[in-house]
């Protein structure tokens, strides 16, 4: 991507963000007895599409995303979300391509990952899961 394109990018998920914190502030501010900063809890329109809103906080936290190309084959190392196996929960995974070094990176990645939602009022588990790979959890707070 030209890095005109990845600035602009990067200004527009930035912008898309702190509309979703003004958001957050406006409906959050209404439930009577919740602790805390509005902002700080996951909107309505975010528990209802926790897939998009969890990408849209990594993104905007500068967490690189994974990629591929057409093919379908890896070509980029990040992050991947994808839906959860519980309703209404996402499950977050490092991947990368072939010998591109995911797996060394996974752990420190991922735990990044977590506190950038859990900063963004997700609850975030991380777990190993089938060939001691990791991944997280991603649930809105009850």
């Known amino acids: 991507m030209p890095p005109e394109r990845v600035r602009a990018r990067a200004a527009e998920v930035r912008t898309a963000y702190e509309g979703l914190r003004q958001i957050r502030r ?5 439930d009577d007895g919740r602790p805390g900063e509005p902002a700080e809890r996951p909107a309505p329109w975010e528990r ?5 809103a969890v990408s849209l906080a990594l993104e905007a936290a500068g967490v690189p995303a994974s990629a591929v190309d057409v093919a379908g ?6 992050y991947v979300v994808r839906v959860g196996e519980e309703r209404g929960t996402v499950r977050v995974s490092w991947l990368g391509p072939p010998g591109g070094r995911a797996a060394e990176e996974e752990a420190a990645r991922l735990a990044e990952c977590r506190t950038v939602l ?6 975030a588990l991380l ?15 009850r």
């Open 26 to 30: 406006l409906v959050n501010a209404a």
């Open 127 to 141: 777990y190993r899961g089938p060939r001691h790979r990791r991944y997280v959890e991603v649930a809105a707070p």
């Open 118 to 123: 859990e900063r963004a009022g997700w609850d």
């Open 48 to 52: 209802e599409r926790p897939l998009r």
């Open 73 to 78: 084959r890896r070509t980029e190392t990040g």
